[in-house]
């Protein structure tokens, strides 16, 4: 049996579903991560399920609960909004129409303090799992099973290399990667799911490689493996 | 990592073989496949019953509000009613009842639970556990045994059919969630492997065809009705295997049976609540009246 006894009975959560509780609170805790930061401001588009019944789930409180960094099974959670006026947080939410979309996704836009704005499209797809579909405009497959780097990079030959270079010198093992651009020698991005964390060291020499604009690690906690 | 077994029958064979009981090589299977040793995986398997206590107890005493408010005070009011002497399935039943009611209670108040295999089916396990574990005065470890063999069933469950209500409806969840603990309690009382399958097999056939019908979208009604049921279920279900009653069905073939049955259902009796009681006029009304106030702002973008 692959299937692990944890996996059956678990996991441990702030009810009352495991999609649009649970799992939209991980969707914006993960988000949130693949934003970097810091961010004052987070805007959630919400779709299908997710838009029509939020407020009986508390899917609105999960999301900014998540955005704030905290985890899924913290009884703090219904009291997210609280939470969030205390860290300086403002967030808002309206309805969207994604096309073909899960029935339980969100767009979530994190303003940054810089200026920058970053854009992820997830969706929870039950039993608290979730997947990143789209970070940016560019298509992407993660669903936060194992760690992973963002890099964000020009579409040049040689600078996948370079890239798996430095994780080499940090031994490294890439599990899954995927790179996605939107036109031939413009903007990509590359999602590389690794066996191991990675160290902050190894994502600021990743930012110095050539051709790459910024690369963004997101380690999990251990029980989100 | 494959892991031991695929299927209820090859658990069996196993168990058969190891002159074992499911629990110890469903806590093998789990040790090969997660690399964690027998302490680690009991450490786990300790928070998890103890975040089920708590959820099986905190709306015992004390009335949780939820959104719609459905089901508040349903756990509180069936434990005082449990201790009044005049019940028809007796103290211990309907106390089983009260702790299934309360998990549902805190689950629906976004209080914090284990999902048993699913949130909306929380309290059918952790309700079994600990009036078993009281009946026949267990230790903490004995019990947490029983939890490996249900959650075991549960995994099985989970790869040749289906838990999930959007799929196969109310049978997938509070069915599993049965089949998990009448399995549990017959390992408990010191039933075979054989009978713990028929059990679960039982407790499956006593679910088959359950639909999925939230009352306004919400996991309170008919959800909290179907954990006390099911609980109820799991321990006639194990009653019935104890006493000598066998399957004529092997588990898989119920399993599967189960899984068949779901995908038949229609998607209106699947957790989308369109039928069954979701779809009654006191349910409409009440989903207008709930979620009237506060409609999101319609965006443009796409």
């Not at chain 1, 992973?148 to 290399?161: C, E, N, W, Y």
């Not at chain 2, 408010?69 to 349903?74: D, E, K, R």
């Not at chain 2, 039933?191 to 088959?208: I, K, S, V």
Request: proline letters at 4%; one cysteine or more.
């Amino acid at each position: 049996m692959n299937i692990s006894i944890f996996d059956s009975t678990g996991p441990i959560m702030i009810g009352s579903s495991s999609s649009h509780t649970a799992g939209a609170a991980r969707l914006a805790r993960i988000a949130a991560l693949i934003a970097g930061g810091p961010f004052s401001r987070v805007s959630f588009g919400l779709h299908g399920s997710f838009a029509k019944t939020y407020r009986g789930h508390g899917t609105d409180r999960a999301l900014v609960f998540g955005a704030l960094g905290y985890r899924e099974d913290d009884e703090r959670l219904p009291q997210a909004f609280e939470l969030a006026k205390h860290a300086g947080l403002a967030y808002d939410f309206y309805e969207i129409n994604l096309e073909g979309a899960h029935e339980n996704t969100a767009k979530i836009t994190f303003f940054l303090n810089d200026g920058s704005r970053q854009e992820i499209v997830g969706s929870s797809i039950g039993g608290a799992q979730i997947v990143i579909h789209r970070i940016n405009g560019f298509e992407t497959d993660f669903t936060a099973q194992s760690p992973a780097l963002f890099i964000s990079q020009q579409d040049r030959p040689g600078t996948v290399s370079d890239v798996t270079a430095v994780l080499a010198d940090y031994r490294i093992n890439i599990g899954v990667m995927k790179v996605s651009r939107k036109e031939k020698g413009g903007l990509a991005l590359c999602t590389i799911e690794t066996d191991d964390p990675i160290p902050e060291e190894a994502v600021q020499r990743l930012k110095k490689v050539r051709h790459v604009l910024s690369a963004q690690a997101v380690n999990l906690m251990e029980e989100d493996e | 990592m494959s892991g031991m077994y695929r299927n209820f029958e090859e658990l069996l064979d196993l168990a058969r073989k190891e002159g074992a009981p499911l629990w110890r090589i469903i806590l093998e299977n789990e040790m090969q496949i997660s690399g964690k040793s027998e302490e680690q995986i009991f450490a786990r398997l300790e928070k998890t019953f103890g975040v089920m206590e708590r959820s099986a107890s905190r709306a015992l005493e004390t009335p949780l509000s939820s959104v719609g408010g459905l089901i508040t005070g349903v756990s509180s009011r069936q434990n005082a009613y449990a201790q009044s002497g005049r019940t028809f399935c007796g103290a211990a039943l309907n106390r089983l009842m009260a702790l299934a009611l309360s998990c549902s209670e805190v689950n629906a108040s976004m209080g914090k639970i284990c999902a048993a295999p699913t949130a909306g089916a929380c309290g059918i396990v952790p309700a079994v556990l600990i009036v078993v574990r009281d009946q026949l005065g267990l230790t903490r470890d004995e019990t947490l045994k029983g939890l490996i063999t249900a959650s075991g069933v549960g995994a099985i469950i989970m790869a040749n059919a289906t838990v999930s209500g959007a799929e196969g409806g109310c049978q997938a969840e509070c069915g599993t969630a049965a089949a998990m603990a009448a399995a549990a309690a017959v390992e408990l009382a010191g039933g075979p492997p054989e009978t713990a399958a028929d059990a679960c097999c039982f407790a499956l056939m006593n679910a088959m065809g359950l639909v999925c019908d939230p009352v306004a979208g919400l996991v309170q009604v008919p959800c909290a009705q179907r954990n006390a049921s099911q609980a109820v279920n799991a321990l006639l279900s194990a009653d019935l295997a104890l006493g000598g009653m066998h399957s004529i069905i092997p588990p898989d073939e119920v399993i599967g049976a189960m899984y068949s049955t779901g995908r038949m259902l229609p998607v209106q009796l699947r957790e989308t609540a369109q039928g069954g009681l979701a779809a009654t006029p006191t349910a409409k009304r009440l989903f207008q009246e709930i979620f009237r106030e506060n409609p999101l702002k319609d965006s443009a973008e796409s």
